[in-house]
């Protein structure tokens, strides 16, 4: 299979480009960074210019799989929602020829689609929420040409750039999630690129449009039940 991942070389897309590897995958990774890597593209897809970078290069091939595991870093709502929103769009509609029949789309979601977290501007939200709204559009209307389209929304996961912070076992946070997560643990990114790995396989060809959340559970415990685990409280209440 031939797999392409946008922001594949780190975080998060960094293990999902080597668990696709692992099963065989000939995968490349895009970024603006300039790496010599045969199989990496440098391209900046919030431009036509760097669209055009990419489908030159797969014009004599056929794609199976697109990830798109990138996220813009800046405070520039109008610079979010063009990378995040407008450059998704223009490369699928800008590669959808080169598409084998039954090719996969895997877009990585962000709870902040339906909660509020303080520390992310509006544009991260209303841009995550977008990318929801878009999985179904796609899996609509590429459905015809057997292309799926599904979202992975990552909880609070593991990753590569964060491992120190999250292995320290004076970490109060960490035990925290830990103690309020049904599974009992912290998600691994490996937990997020096995279902990918999963829904980019001939065994879910008939999963598309659908948003699943990767978090042990946590998303399904109460607000009221994570308050009395977390905070002492009176016996009355």
Known sequence: MISII???????????????RTRGDEVYTVSRRKIEDDNHI???????????ILSSKFKDTLIDNLIFAHRY????????????????NDLIWGIEQLFNFHGSIII???????LV???QPYSYH???????????????????????CNCVIPGVVTKPENTRYFEDESNSFKTILEDITPMGRLSKSEDVSYLIRFLCSQDAQNITGQCITVDGGLSLVSQEDIGRETFVMDDDL
Do not use: H, P, W
């Open 126 to 148: 209303a841009t995550r929420g977008a990318l929801q709204s878009m999985t179904s559009y796609y899996a609509v209307n590429l459905g015809k040409k057997g292309i799926r």
């Open 108 to 114: 990585l979601g962000s709870k902040a689609s339906n």
């Open 73 to 88: 870093r800046g405070t520039d709502a109008m610079e979010e929602f063009q990378l995040t929103v407008k450059s998704v």
């Open 117 to 119: 977290f303080s520390e």
């Open 6 to 20: 946008t922001g594949g070389i780190s975080g998060i897309g960094s293990v999902i480009a080597t668990t696709l």
């Open 42 to 52: 440098s391209a900046d897809l919030s431009t036509q210019e760097g669209i055009k």
